[in-house]
């Protein structure tokens, strides 16, 4: 017999359904399934598929969503569930057309992944012997006669219909589901069937709390005035105490309840508050508040909820320049560093809180303070929103929407209102939450305002038809998301798109890669085939998006490829490649920068620095432009299955060279030394703390053997939160006559006597440099706060590349080396409850990029 779990809230009774069963429908043998969970995870599970990242399996296993699956779960209902007046079932998320019956009676009809669902299920449990049964209906199938009565394809450039087995007709946008699903750029496409988040009993008696949320209508640093809003659901009318309670104080109220749901609002005061700052500006405080329902005395119901308390804006001002884009928090302009999050994984119920603290913490070990959960995903589980405001880190939320154009019929408009409404309820208490955006670059897709602008959608449709299309763009992203936003979480910004360029309803919308207003795309570097160095000279208010692709390293690779698939053309590489002609521009933009690599692994290597160069170069263009430009995230963070793509993180979670560069690009007092104009060296210093420092920047040249040619020194004094040129220097005048291939200069960032950052800088193109084999020394040295390394070499080590056999990041990585240095590193183990903790790089390695060049 089916076990039940049982837990109890104050006066609520609790039962998570866990073991289950599932089949396809058409009479297959029943076999055990792990819920949450979804048909491709459990098949997979009980042998009966292929591991669906390995090779070209993808191709094999799109029959899946073609059928009908169904699963299944008996249970006992425990007593004192049984005896509560009121039993519901509630689904925390059904994927995605469900048709859910219990002991053979129908009990709801799901049609939207992002929504839960509930149903009063009082009259149809019996203490023993009770079976849930959920229908999944193939979501293709289902949609197909969608798409017949709409009469017309829309478009959605990243729906990979043809590896779905279905030519050109682009499904995705008419189930309410990850967009990812059904393929993307850096995606493969496995649309899932499943019960992807738990489903339970509750039982309650007299009243339960629904909802504890607290708005915060205005909060500074000595007051912070707050709405405590509570849903009660209330079985007979009367009156009750409502009491309201955290920290020192408590605040008690006599509601009177109607019968069933009941909207009550308190407002409160919190005198001196503790605020919630961003990482780097302060403490991530937290508040807990506490609900409570009483009748006669006696409690009810009772509910709990945290947040920080924190002020949250995005500033938009008219300038000289255009119009401001940036978060204010408590009052502070702060410069938003960070990445596009994607979700974890193609089947994300696999992805464990293990695997989510990894990707915080590496972005809080990368100096970020800021993620945008991109509109091609899902709006993420609690549990990742809780560790952004555990380590400071802000949201960018997208509403789930990307690089499509929807239907606009009233069934669909209506689901998703519930689905914005929802989840903005269910996010409202983060603090980490700074913004809601509509979508993913639709505005600019479509472009409605500039009739030959776009990405050519509009174009293939007649004008009654484009009319209709962005009717139903103006109903979703102009009215029912900033209405659920403005209703439920009011004072938070809302942006209709991104990127955008203001939302004025004609052609000033539209952004472009030199807008002075809003924010940008900037993909001409990429997409667009443009030198790196154009990053420096298209910097816009704030860049959400820009980006440059590398190879997973080769342990990675070896994960979905043989011996025999080891050539950036074999079919297995091409398919881990998912942007048509990406292997191809990886190896064009190597070929200008780089020298060529010897083999396969060695292209592997040669391919993170790469990207992470292209990357350090826009980061740093960025940050050197501050304020203008106030936010710099680049895509993306992760990926969701081991792939080629643009993620500074792969996978299994392993650094990219990239990951390591933005640690150092992001520093929040960072040099940074442009050398856009080649004539020319300017050092900045960026500061993206409160406080104003003064301090000192040495600068040296040396030839690659280590003999110093000259040495430079100059103070400065620096505003707080601000960035500044402070040197000039006259390439000619640095070199003399001296060979450019030969000589490096540096520049070291020196704060009440210690070294803060160092930049180097060359002369040439990478590929020009006269790079020796260096005899690296790598030494472990122990202390009483553990174990670290140190590094020495006799000529310059380029990008030293540092390898451990156990999972683990070093403190850094793929750094330069010049003879004198003494580079100190330690060595982060992946912990299972900690996330990264000191520790022993076990089979250690060290190699520089002379070891992977051709002779
Ligand atoms: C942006 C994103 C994604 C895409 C990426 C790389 O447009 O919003 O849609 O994966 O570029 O092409």
Known sequence: MIKVSHHSTVNEEKAVLSDWKFRQTEGEEWLPAKVPGCVHTDLLKNNLISDPFYGENELDLQWIDKKDWEYEASFDVPAELLNKNQIEIVFDGLDTYAEVFLNDEHLLSADNMFRSWKANVKPFVKEK?????????????TDLEKLEKQGYNFPAVNDHSEDGGVGDKNLSVFARKAPYHYGWDWGPRFVTSGIWKDVHLRGWSEARIEDLSILQK????????????????????????????????????????????????????VQDPKLWWSRGLGDQNMYEFIAEIRKDGSLVAGKTTRTGLRSIKVIREKDDEGKTFYIELNGVPVFAKGANHIPNDSFVTEV???????????????????????????????????????????????????????????????????????????????????????????????????????????????????????????????????????????????????????????????????????????????????????YNHHVGRFMS??????????????????EGDMALDSKVMLHHQKNGRGNYLIKEYMETYLP???DFPSFLYMSHVLQAEGIKTAIEAHRRKKPYCMGTLYWQMNDCWPVASWSSMDYYGRWKALQYYVKRSFRD??????????????????????????????????????????????SFALKSNSATKFVTLETEEVIENRDPNNIVFKAELELEGEIIDAKYHYFTSVKNLSLCKPNLKIEEVSTSSGKHYTLETNTLAKQVYVTSDLEGIFTDNYFDLIPGEQKRIEFLTRSKDQGFTKGIAEGIKVHSMSDFIKE
């Not at 012997?129 to 199938?141: E, T, W």
């Not at 406080?691 to 110093?708: A, C, K, Q, V, Y």
């Open 352 to 534: 464990t809180l293990e695997r989510y603290r990894h990707e915080i913490q590496s972005v809080v070990e990368s100096n970020m303070n800021m993620l945008r959960i991109w509109g091609g995903g899902i709006y993420e589980y609690d549990a990742f929103y809780e560790l952004c405001n555990e380590y400071g880190i802000l949201v960018w939320q997208d509403f789930m929407f990307a690089c499509s154009m929807y239907p606009g019929d009233e069934a669909f408009l209506k689901n998703v209102k519930a689905e914005a409404i929802e989840n903005v309820k269910r996010l409202r208490n983060h603090p980490s939450i700074a913004l809601w955006c509509g979508n993913n670059e639709i505005d600019t897709a479509w472009s409605a305002y500039d009739e030959d602008g776009g990405w050519g959608w509009k174009q293939q449709y007649s004008k009654p038809i484009q009319d209709e299309i962005w009717q139903a763009y103006e109903d979703v992203f102009h009215t029912i998301l900033p209405e659920a936003v403005e209703n439920h979480m009011p004072g938070v910004y809302y942006w209709p798109s991104s990127p955008m360029s203001d939302w004025t309803g004609d052609s000033r919308q539209h952004t472009s890669n030199t807008s002075t207003s809003g924010d940008i795309h900037y993909w001409d570097v990429w997409h667009g085939l443009k030198p790196f160095e154009e």
């Open 669 to 714: 007092i960072t040099l940074s030394i442009d050398g856009t104009n080649r004539t020319k060296i300017d050092i900045h210093i960026i500061s993206d703390i409160l406080s104003d420092m003064n301090g000192s920047i040495r600068m040296s040249l040396s030839t690659f053997d280590g003999t110093l040619l000259r040495e430079w020194n100059e």
């Open 129 to 141: 012997g009770n079976v849930l049964r959920i229908h999944f209906k193939s979501p293709i199938q």
């Open 218 to 269: 205005n909060v500074t640093a000595s007051e912070a005035n707050l709405t405590a809003l509570v849903e009660i659901e209330a079985e007979e009318e009367g009156e009750r105490e409502l009491r309201i309670q955290t920290e020192e104080i408590e605040l008690i109220q006599t509601v009177q309840l109607k019968r069933g749901m009941n909207e009550v609002s308190l407002d409160m005061k």
């Open 596 to 598: 060529e690599p010897k």
């Open 545 to 562: 998006e820009y980006g440059f692709q590398s190879f997973p390293e080769l342990k990675t690779v070896e994960s979905y490829a043989g």
